[in-house]
């Protein structure tokens, strides 16, 4: 058939090259229509085959190929492939679709993976089969059922622009493909003829080695074992040592140095020729076993080969030399060990030539290598080329990796006959016969049989580890590590099984490898290092032991490569210190003995590098250890403490322990012990610094590593003056704060992590301390439990330990992909979300199945999950207290079961309130370390709680129930079938199931909860309590009872009303937020609910004291509540009290003297109690001399400067902060080249043993911060958007902090406080301050700086009072100008800006006042800065005006005939939009004026109709009428776009791209102007402004001279 294109294609086809090369058209801009069709139909078994010759990225997508029945010639051609129909197969990407739909997921080779050059082919077999071609390797069939006529497809498509057809014939025949294939592999072995015979050489050159030992062994009168002639591996360690004639392994050790050492000294005397003929005698012996396979009529590739090279001498026997590595080999024993049916021969281990579809198999198939390691992730397996003998070694060597994937190599065993195996994409897939080491676990066909079959983890080798296998006699199958035996994996394994590998994952090239005997392999390597030092010669004081130096502690001669030993063994050095910072490992010549304490003294460092001295213990012997470049990489058998941390396995399992290592100095001290209980415990200066681990075995070797800036160390003998060792592992000297890691549980309670967990979980620290392994590879199946049930009021708390930022994002939609591995990590780590769950199970840990995650467990849990409370997997509720997804390193979280049965949650400590009811007794503790969450550690303050603690169901948050001050009441109108009692405190719907509309008395205060408890139900009726806040006053309802009131809440439209109905939250009845918290229908007799007004505009919903959090936003400030005796609820007691106002006992003292000078006016007196908090005795404030090192103090410690860089600036008070004490420190200096500016704060321990951190957000223990407009406490966002943004403070602010007598911490700025940013302080507590970024230079304020706007103070504030100024007993506020020292002109960015556009407008100076210090920025930061309100009230009489947020007012020169002073005071205060083209011409004439200057008067002209406000009077008589001009209160009305519209501009700073707009601030003259309703389009439901009605927002005035300019305003985007 003609290999050519036909001449009819899709619309941006065009071919060339006599129809074979087609190209789509613009590539960059199409990316389809790119379809052509073979000319003539295939014929069975032909390969259309395609190559690529252009690709582009522009698209994503690529190649398509199919076959189709449409005739090219009659084809009206769609846009791509798969839009074919009538009988059309179309593999595309990895998918097979038919006539469109796609019929197999998963397919062959990915064609969107296809480079330029690769070829591309489609058959139809004699058989009707669809079958892929790719690169001249058949991926299989892909469908069948195909009829005879079919058109090949090719869709240039997305990337793929030009193809060209290369063939169309049938496929090699097998036989042409075999000799193909043989040549390949005969210039393969050629490559590797030279590699063969060096290895020849060596291991004639080790089996002389062997002869030397014995000789060394009978010198020394020792009896060494000899290696039988039959051996057939003479460089493997003979097998059949017995132990008794076995040395002891360090005598054994000396007579193989001397022997190594022996035969290099020989080789290089011509020796080596020697050796040269021992090989040869071994390679004969293997002959026979050679020629015996020789007759075996294997069908495999290597056996028919193996026989044929047999005839030829010289490559028989280089090819017998290499089979005879097995141990069958030698004498017949290969002939005996043949089966009839040929599965077993005598070949050379060797990798099938049948294999998985992406492995490319090398070096005479020894070596595998998977193709598109960095697309594909599986179809990696690979078989051995016969089953496995008994007692055979199958062992691999890892030679490449890559770190794209997770996962990484699997090994095992199969009964499956590779020649016969359909290789599934991964072995773990196999359902039957299969055995696999996956990770460090045990998965029997494709199931997990042993969670942690070993310390190692497959995922976590490196290139260059070995991983073998053995099935011994007994059937047992053994797994190898670097030659270590990882003991049984399987008790009973078949008889006949091969070797197979899974390079998955991270795993791309592995190789057989034949000399199995590692550890061998080490010592020699050891002993090579050794034999070039001028000691070899010297007798070893090993053979001729000595009885004191055996008792004496030394170092061993076998240290790392950059370290030596002198001085006897006592002294360990780097010479060269300052040339390399690792390879210092050094180990003691013998084990530690229980209570033998080791301990060295650091005699030299060196200052150019980071880190220091690490110290520890080992169970490896440091004769046969091949020592690591540090002893943090290695990971099995090691303790460490490093730093301030404790590593175990190069793993952390403590972050912050004793005093931290890398402050020593030369001349200190630090050691080691192991206790007879299996605790091992470290000394500093000869301090103990508490239990660092558990379970520690005996007979360790101690272990130190002269890393970074030690450079010597040498072992104290004298141990006299160490202090004895605790008795108790909870005591000691060491000073371990109850937060610290180091403060786990102690002998107070059992409490412990049960042996049982999940695949991925690891216990240490003596089931204290539980880690999720792999923990950047692996997010889930680390679920852990406790020992033991739960105690009623017992707390089980943890403390999160380390967390990783790995996982982000929504698990969901690739949590099957995930849980098996099966994605790309940069895929993954979208993917998967969350962090720690923690809850409690009634099911026993040896009757749980561990699932992947704690939400599978579907019985007997309750579990919290972020803010969502699950019960058997179901959320029961959501919008708990306390969020676990916020939770950071340090942070603690604790559970308890109440006597009752409630469910408990303790955030830091703090009881977050019931989560649920209804518990069981004898629950277990259960924690998901899912996600970011790695590793925690149970905690001291777990155990049993105080008894009013456990059985109380109000937390913190509650408001109680016997509440001081009065308590609350209803209002008298209400729902006509409500009957009010008690006084107002109880409401009762008498009939009917609506009309139950009840108010609160009052309005209700900022922070003030309105709480009931329902007394009566009726289940009749369907429905239940709707509760919310409402801006109707009940006294101007009419007089009860009210017949012509709505009858629900939901139907209330005659004001703004909040409410929740259920778990729907609406506003004015329309529908604003759906389940929220816990539906209201839940709720039965004794519940309580209720509903405050925060601070912030929110409203929130308590249930049973619990906040379920903000409901809505943007509340108003005079609301009532309100409530619906709706449904089945009949009846409800108010349970709370009106906050008590007069509560100047525990509010925070001004520093401005209002409140004393208040009391002295209204002659009341001020009582002693009163005026002690008012009054505290100061104490005298200086900083620490510990402190960051960057930093200098001066100034008798009173000035503390930031002398270089930009962190490591943290500084902290050497006094504490007494309650009711203000700490006040002024900026000095900042530096406008950095970023970001300072952070302070408060710790509640003693800074002496501060470790002081490059930055105050790494203080994770005990820690309060504010740092920008945040809140933190250790680590963890609390609060946001609190006081001013500290970036943003200038030279010259003074900052300070205080603690309440109600242990509240307050900010104050220039003298104003802030409010309260955190609570639950400690006492003492320490300010800090960290000078970071900008901030360079501080100094502490002895003195009292009075607060804005008091007696020391010449500005006046917006709160300032004159007599003039009251009106209707209402205290006026003017307009306020800051002090100097509170403007932020200096550091303003946002400022900076808008004067920039400013000046783009060219409008002259002389328009705008000269002193720029009257420019008011209103932007987050600045008017947070000055404290302002949102709200103010001006002119006679006063009006309220909202201040600009978000804008900038650049002050305007008023004209001096102007009347200021009666302006300024009398005169309200609203906002007018304009365009920047109007601005000069209002500018000019001082006022506003309609027409064409404003486009007020214009733009809404049209959009106006019948309301009044239109402009039919202008459009009548345009030359007489008076035009409006249309003002506002609040510039969220005047500032919309259609009258404030938006310009563009390019920042000639930056050279950015803005928008912005203008208005003016006008004072207008009182009864100048008309309010009306809104005349914009789009805003007639919600209002733009909360304080004003849409009905009156806009102010219209016509009036020339009633306005007076006051401000040009300005915003940018």
Sequence with gaps: ????????????????????????????????????????????????????????????????????????????????????????????????????????????????????????????????????????????????????????????????????????????????????????????????????????????????????????????????????????????????????????????????????????????????????????????????????????????????????????????????????????????????????????????????????????????????????????????????????????????????????????????????????????????????????????????????????????????????????????????????????????????????????????????????????????????????????????????????????????????????????????????????????????????????????????????????????????????????????????????????????????????????????????????????????????????????????????????????????????????????????????????????????????????????????????????????????????????????????????????????????????????????????????????????????????????????????????????????????????????????GCDLDSLTSGSRIGMMRSPIGDLHYYINGVDQGVACSGLPPDVFAVIDLYGQCVQVSITSSSGPLDNSLCTSNITEKSFPIHSPGVAHRFHGKHGKNVVLLGEGCQAIRAGGYAHGIVFSAKELKVDELFEVRIDEMDEQWCGSLHVGLSTLPPPELPSCPLSGFSPSLPQLRAKVTWLLCGSEVRRNGVLQRQNYGCSLDRLTVGNRVGVKRCGDDTMHVFIDGEDMGPAATAVAKNVYAVLDLYGQITAVSIVSSTLIEDAEGVKVPSLSSESCSEGEDDGTPVTEAASEPCAPVPTAMAFLENHGKNIQLSNQKLTAARVSSYNQGLLVTAQPLNQQQLFQFQIDRLNPSWTSSLSLGVIGHSPDRLNFPSTACCLKRSAWLLQRDSVFHNSLKICENYGPNLDTCPEGTVLGLLVDANSCLHLYVNGMDQGVAAQDIPSPCYPFIDLYGQCEQVTIVTNNVPAVGGEGGDARCQCDMEKADMVDGIKESVCWTPPPEVNPNKSCEYQALCSRFKDLLTIPDGYFSEDAKYNLCYCESCHKLRGDEAYYKRGEPPRDYALPFGWCCFALRIKPHCEISTALKKWHIAYHGTSVGALRRTLDHSQLLPGTSSIFSVAPAKAEGPDGYGDREENSAPAREVPRVRLSPTMRYSGLETFAPKVQFRDPRSHRCHQAQVGFQVCVRPGSYKAGPQQTPGHGGEPLDPRFSNSEIEWITKEQGGTLLYGLLVRVE
């Design 1 to 880: 058939m003609a290999a050519e294109l036909h001449p009819r294609s899709g619309k941006l086809v065009g071919l060339s090259n006599s129809n074979r090369t087609a190209r789509r058209n613009q590539p960059v801009q199409e990316f389809n229509h790119g379809l052509v069709l073979s000319k003539e139909p295939l014929r069975d078994r032909d390969v259309f085959t395609v190559r690529i010759d252009k690709k582009v990225n522009s698209w994503s997508g690529s190649i398509e190929i199919g076959v189709t029945t449409l005739d090219p010639a009659l084809l009206d051609f769609p846009s791509s492939a798969t839009g074919l129909k009538g009988g059309s197969w179309i593999v595309s990407g990895c998918s097979v679709l038919r006539d469109g739909r796609s019929v197999l997921e998963e397919y062959g080779r990915d064609l969107d993976q296809l480079a330029e050059g690769d070829r591309v082919g489609i058959q139809r077999s004699s058989r009707g089969e669809l079958h892929l071609w790719v690169n001249g390797q058949d991926c299989g069939a892909a469908a069948s059922g195909l009829p005879a006529k079919l058109w090949a497809v090719v869709d240039l498509y997305g990337k793929c622009t030009q193809v060209t057809v290369v063939s169309c014939e049938p496929p090699l025949a097998s036989a042409e493909r075999e000799i193909v294939l043989r040549e390949e592999e005969e210039e393969d072995e050629e490559e590797e003829d030279d590699g063969v015979v060096c290895r020849l050489r060596e291991d004639a050159g080790i089996a002389a080695l062997m002869n030397v030992a014995a000789m060394n062994g009978v010198m020394i009168g020792e009896q060494v074992p000899e290696l039988s002639c039959g051996h057939s591996r003479p460089d493997k360690f003979p097998n059949n040592l017995e132990p008794d004639a076995v040395l002891t392994e360090h005598q054994l050790f000396d007579v193989f140095n001397n022997a190594i050492v022996s035969f290099y000294r020989a080789e290089d005397e011509g020796g080596g020729e020697e050796g040269g003929g021992a090989g040869s005698g071994s390679t004969g012996t293997g002959t026979g076993g050679s020629s015996a396979t020789g007759s075996d009529n294997s069908s495999s590739r290597s056996g028919n080969r193996g026989s044929t090279l047999s005839n030829d001498s010289g490559v028989g026997a280089r090819d017998a030399g290499n089979t005879s590595s097995s141990p069958a080999g030698n004498g017949g024993g290969g002939g005996a060990s043949a089966t009839a049916g040929g599965l077993t021969t005598n070949d050379a281990l060797l990798f099938h030539e049948k294999c998985g579809t992406l492995i490319k198999l090398s070096n005479n198939n020894k070596t595998a290598e998977r193709r598109r390691p960095l697309d594909e992730f599986n179809n990696g397996v690979v078989m051995t080329n016969r089953p496995l003998r008994h007692n055979e070694m199958f062992e691999i060597r890892i030679d490449k990796l890559v770190d794209k994937w997770s996962g990484s190599i699997e090994i095992g065993v199969t009964t499956h006959i590779p020649s016969n195996l359909d290789y599934p994409a991964t072995m773990t897939n196999l359902r039957s016969g299969t055995i696999m080491m996956s990770g460090c676990g045990i998965l029997t066909n494709g199931k997990g049989t042993r969670r942690e079959y070993c310390e190692f983890s497959l995922d976590e080798l490196q290139e260059g580890d070995h991983i073998g296998l053995m099935r011994k006699a007994s059937g047992a199958l053994h797994f190898y590590i670097n030659g270590i035996d990882q003991g049984v994996a399987a008790a009973q394994t078949p008889g006949v099984v091969y070797g197979v590998v899974d390079l998955y994952g991270m795993a791309v090239k592995v190789t057989i490898v034949h000399n199995h005997n590692h550890s061998e392999r080490l010592r020699r390597n050891n002993a090579i290092m050794r034999a070039m030092s001028p000691d070899v010669g010297r007798p070893r004081p090993a053979l001729t032991p000595d009885a004191d130096a055996a008792e004496r502690l030394l170092f061993h001669a076998n240290c790392g490569q950059k370290a030596a030993i002198i001085s006897d063994g006592r002294t360990a050095l780097r010479p060269h210190a300052t040339d390399d910072f690792n390879h210092g490992v050094v180990l003691s010549s013998r084990p530690l003995r229980s209570n033998e304490v080791f301990q060295v003294r650091i005699d030299k460092m060196v200052d150019k590098w980071a880190g220091s001295i690490e110290i520890g213990v080992t169970t490896h012997n440091p004769a046969y250890l091949q020592l690591p470049s540090t002893m943090t990489n290695l990971r099995s058998g090691t303790w460490m403490m490093t730093g301030n941390g404790v590593m175990h396995n190069g793993t952390t399992i403590l972050d912050e322990y004793g005093h931290n290592l890398d402050r020593l100095k030369a001349g200190d001290t630090v050691g080691v012990v192991r206790k007879e209980d299996g605790s091992l415990h470290f000394f500093v200066n000869g301090v103990a610094q508490g239990p660092a681990a558990w379970n520690v075995p005996p007979n360790v070797y101690a272990v130190v590593d002269l890393y970074g800036q030690a450079a010597q160390a040498t072992i104290m003998d004298d141990m006299v003056d160490l202090p004895p060792l605790p008795e108790d592992s909870s005591e000691g000297p060491a000073a371990v704060s109850p937060g610290s890691p180091c403060s786990v549980l102690g002998a107070a309670t059992d409490l412990r992590f049960h042996h049982l967990h999940g695949t991925n979980a690891v216990i240490t620290n003596g089931g204290r301390t539980a880690l999720r392994q792999n923990c950047r590879s692996e997010f889930n199946d680390a679920i852990v439990i406790s020992n033991r049930c739960l105690r009623d009021g017992e707390l089980f708390e943890i403390i999160i330990q380390k967390m990783v930022d790995r996982w982000s994002g929504s698990i969901e939609a690739g949590r099957e992909l995930a849980e098996s591995g099966r994605l790309p990590l940069e895929l993954l780590q979208h993917q998967t979300c969350a962090s720690l769950r923690a809850g409690v199970t009634a099911i026993r840990p040896e009757e749980l199945e561990f699932p992947n995650t704690m939400t599978d467990i579907d019985y007997d849990t309750w579990m919290l999950s972020g803010t969502a409370i699950m019960q058997d997997g179901n959320t029961m509720r959501n919008n708990y």
